[in-house]
């Protein structure tokens, strides 16, 4: 595998950085997740701009444009045969953006120059069972980080928030699990966004709930909206969920999953709603608009 | 400089980790920050136990236990002509415990083993200036950590919360920033916790308000109880700094740091105060106690 480290590709045995980077020292710094469809990223604009956005939130310089990040992901692609239109598998990537380098100390001018980390790999599907079933997800007392506190819109390196949250979904044999944020509202799960369906109309937490601007939960929302799929963003109660008769989550990397239970509660009939399908339809149908 | 890595010293610029380490991807990871005074350390066995107990929060396993961790900074300051209780300068150490190189993913399962990293480097102190006329800070507008989303008591190595309070700080010109918790009480400083005198009585946020452990807050606190000071934890909203008759902070490596102006208000009469310099004195004569 090679990886893309400052300012060239390394195998990734060689793709080291200093137990002094502020990255590993404070989680200083910002990433994105990215996903090729035989060669073609994803919406890359968008998460090219969300990154610029993440990075502008903690003072960081984002040190490339879009055309020059755009030429580096296709590049990475390639170098892992991951690219070329051609490409034999989906592809994962992953642009981490650290402070860099730098004495011990919280002031990011303390780092020269910022680190730069490209990862690829072959996509590995989510099982196509748990398409056909939906996954089981558990509401847990982990709360989402405050957004006046770490906002939850950076796609910072800080993550031990999600991981505490995982961490306890785990214990019940959750696929994932279900934050709330600090005033008892669905937020998101630990890596994706949240929908739900009830009385036939599609929900999802709003921006204000202290949630992750998705890029596939905004193409959800535009492909409802185009095919007259009423959508409400709002602040809901957990007990919404329990009453759902449906519910799914949204990434880049897993499009939309549909949730079959949650706390042990089935959602709707336990099994992936008429909505659902339909819409992983419609994202499927339209994925050709949303590629490179 | 040499480095412990793992399983070795090494020389600084051998001292590095995989672009794949969690501590980097995630911020997974825990640390402690300790002084040694001429090569003898603070409070070595309550760092150590702080240690165990953060990692123990992000179920984490702590490879060594207190005497091979003691065993392990001494060896490092020794390396590092530190050690040794001649040593020519007072020391600042700072261990990181990762979760370790791993697949990307939040499982920690995914990591096969922590890296370990021991820093450490000659203390420079805190201008003298600043001891004596005291620091300014402002109570700023980024909330500490959710105690239920990011316990403030892991010293974890998620800090841009206190990276984001810190530049709102610089912005004023201030030495740190107040933060507040998710119901606006006082919490702590970025790195350090607060003290304040009213009406002749010392106050400080109690554990609850969702703040580190400090260790140099409980010696003050012990200090203050044997010598009849009295001293109050408590929920406190910011206006009671600003009545304050004075102000300090505390941490391993600045001690107690004295307060003298709040948001552009003089604390009291604007210089330390006396309880702030009988605790200051009272902690350098008591000093010899609390090293190993």
């Known amino acids: ?42 919406l890359v604009s968008q998460h090219l701009a969300r990154l610029h ?30 690219g070329g239109g051609q490409a034999a598998s989906d592809a994962y990537i992953r642009i981490t953006l650290s402070r860099g380098e730098g004495e011990i100390g919280l002031d990011p001018s303390l780092c020269k120059r910022p680190t730069v980390v490209i990862l690829t790999k072959p996509l590995s599907p989510y099982p196509a069972t748990l398409y056909e079933h939906g996954v089981r997800v558990a509401v847990v007392s982990v709360r989402r980080n405050l957004a006046s506190a770490v906002p939850p819109r950076i796609k910072s390196l800080n993550f031990l928030n999600n991981i505490l949250a995982k961490r306890e979904a785990s214990t019940t044999g959750a696929f994932d699990a279900v934050m709330l944020n600090h005033e008892g509202m669905l937020a998101e799960c630990t890596a994706s966004n949240l929908f739900f369906v009830h009385e036939g109309r599609l929900h999802t937490p709003s921006l204000d709930c202290g949630i992750l601007d998705g890029v596939t939960r905004g193409v959800v929302m535009q492909l409802s909206r185009e095919h007259s799929i009423s959508v409400e963003e709002g602040a809901y109660p957990p007990f919404r969920l329990y009453e759902a008769e449906e519910c799914f989550l949204t990434n880049t990397s897993m499009e939309i999953m549909p949730v079959s ?6 959602v709707g009939p336990g099994r992936p709603g008429v909505l659902t399908v339909r819409l992983r339809g419609l994202f499927h149908t339209y994925l050709p608009r949303y590629l490179a």
Do not use: C
């Not at 239970?261 to 089935?266: A, Q, S």
């Open 53 to 82: 956005r993440s990075a502008e939130h903690i003072g960081l310089t984002n040190p490339f444009g879009i055309d020059e990040w755009t030429r580096l992901l296709e590049e990475a692609l390639k170098r892992n045969d991951l």
């Open 1 to 42: 595998m090679w990886i893309f480290l400052n300012d060239r590709f390394v195998p990734s045995e060689q793709a080291l950085i200093s137990v002094l980077d502020h990255g590993f020292l404070y989680g200083d710094g910002v990433y994105e997740t990215l996903r090729a469809y035989r060669g073609r990223i994803f």
């Open 261 to 266: 239970e949650v706390d042990g509660t089935k």
